[in-house]
DNA sequence: TGATGTGAACATCTTCACAGCG
DNA sequence: CGCTGTGAAGATGTTCACATCA
């Protein structure tokens, strides 16, 4: 994942925790969490890895960009940690954020970040269409799309979410970023420009399935061409497709 | 992204596509659609660069593993690197898709992978919930918990999509790996284990407003401790923040 | 002793810069 | 000439293996 144009030269000046290591942090966070709910007090590096679906010394490296928070011989305090996870993502902070386009996939995303106990609370849903305009769906009143710069500046939100048709997309992008919007999610399939200075992530749900879709046609057609073959892997699971 | 396990080896003796290519041929399909749609009928890689949102050598690259299938001197003609990434990346192909809850998300995503004209065809939406069982969504009945393996053998499903709670979703994965599929789409922010062979894909709405709140605060860090210094870039866009 | 933290090797991805061809 | 295709350099990410320290 390339940094995001602008942002780079000011993260390498604060700690520059690597890209990558950001992605994993959330859910080294969530595991942790269900971890201290279970009463579970300290963890090596291999158990949590191991829940985590990931490498252990990649989990230790990740860790170890934040400080040195486990003990030698012993492994990480599951609350201690937690916290220091926490603090590192903002977890606490509180992020006030606008979703334009209140479709399923809108009412999804409100359900999701509204309840979710994270820093996140929507502060506002906007769409177009009249209809929905007025209805209070989990717990906010659906505005208007003419009213987004308004509740923007009415809230100070910095990020915004784009789960409107492609078609839109780009517009309510550049609203959005008139507006001061500095950080993008946007799952309209659809490439946005934006200016130096402000963060965008793609969720393209086509795109996925189409990933998905390509490393199936690869391992049939890896079927196929040692059909007569010897056995090499142990692949159970693959023989289903025939 | 690693690889996922057991697959590999069956994909380097094909072609070897990185993953990181196989992950952009679709945006490349989407904007090459829409290109010939437009009337165009041939790109430079910059121009075809610049609407993907890439560099320019990343893209050539990219294509350069499908084949040559460029013009020195001219470019690509569109309809023809259209047919060529079609086919590579399995877009004509029947994909049967198993949806598993119903919910908002589950629901979004019927409407987006039931319209689209990619290849992808939902042969089973499936949901725990009795007062949705039997309803109509997309053309396709939502049908009972306990009749997945059912719906899944009579389709010869390969790919499911979890949309279900955090709680029921391993347990769902289970039942979909035993039934044959080898492909999962993750909603769930949840981690799931799963046997060899099998390709697991999480997409995690939660995590991605985390790390974009991440850089927001990466950013509102960095103005703060340089207050008082020179001014470094011509960041205009973030003057908003203060 | 035993698990962390980390240098070094390896793998993957991106970007540059230009040879080579239409 | 102009653009593709690509070797080589650089950047980023992962994994190994072990020094280090509670």
């Known amino acids: 994942m390339p940094s995001p144009a602008g942002v780079t030269d000011l993260r390498k ?3 520059a925790i690597p890209d990558a290591t950001v992605a994993r ?11 201290l709910e279970s009463g579970v007090e ?8 191991e829940v985590c679906g990931v490498n252990s010394a990649k989990l230790r490296k990740d860790l170890s960009h934040l400080g040195s928070y486990g003990t030698r011989g012993v492994g990480y305090r599951v609350e201690y940690l937690l916290f ?3 603090r590192e993502i903002g977890y606490a902070q509180d992020w006030p954020v606008v ?13 999701y970040a509204g309840s979710a106990d994270r820093g996140f609370r929507i502060v506002g849903l906007i769409d177009s269409d009249s209809d929905l305009v007025g209805q209070t769906i989990a717990g906010v009143e659906v505005r208007d799309l003419a009213e987004l710069e308004t509740v923007i500046a009415e809230h100070s ?21 008139a507006s001061g919007v500095t950080s993008i999610l946007n799952f309209a399939p659809s490439v946005l420009t934006v200016p130096q200075g402000v963060d965008v992530r ?13 490393h199936q046609q690869q391992r049939a057609e890896g079927l196929r061409t040692r059909k007569t073959s010897k056995r090499t892997s142990p692949s ?3 023989e289903n497709i025939s």
């Open 84 to 86: 220091q996870i926490a």
């Open 236 to 238: 159970t699971a693959l």
């Open 99 to 111: 979703i334009v386009g209140v479709g399923n996939l809108g009412n999804a995303l409100a359900g």
């Open 42 to 49: 300290s963890v090596s590096s291999h158990e949590l890895a």
């Open 25 to 35: 942090l959330p859910i080294y966070h969530r595991v942790l969490t269900s971890l």
């Open 202 to 214: 793609k969720v393209d749900l086509g795109t996925e399935l189409q990933i998905l879709a390509f």
């Open 157 to 177: 939100a910095s990020i915004g979410v784009i789960a409107t048709p492609a078609s839109a997309a780009q517009a309510v992008c550049d609203r959005l970023v």
């Open 13 to 15: 000046s604060t700690h």
